[in-house]
């Protein structure tokens, strides 16, 4: 995503402030919320 964002955590916490960002969907990065390129290796799919 693009533009200016406020990451924050369930509890409001603010983990980051970003002008752009990758944010993992698949649930195996080890950076989250970020993606860090795992994707590419479980198997993930944003198809199905
Ligand atoms: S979408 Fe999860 S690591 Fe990239």
Request: hydrophobic share 20%; aromatic share 4%; net charge positive.
């Amino acid at each position: 995503m693009r533009g200016n964002v406020e990451i924050c955590c369930g509890t409001g916490r603010t983990i980051d402030r970003v002008t752009d960002a990758r944010l993992c969907r698949c649930g195996g990065s080890s950076n989250k919320p970020f993606c860090d390129g795992t994707h590419r290796r479980n198997g993930f799919n944003s198809d199905t």
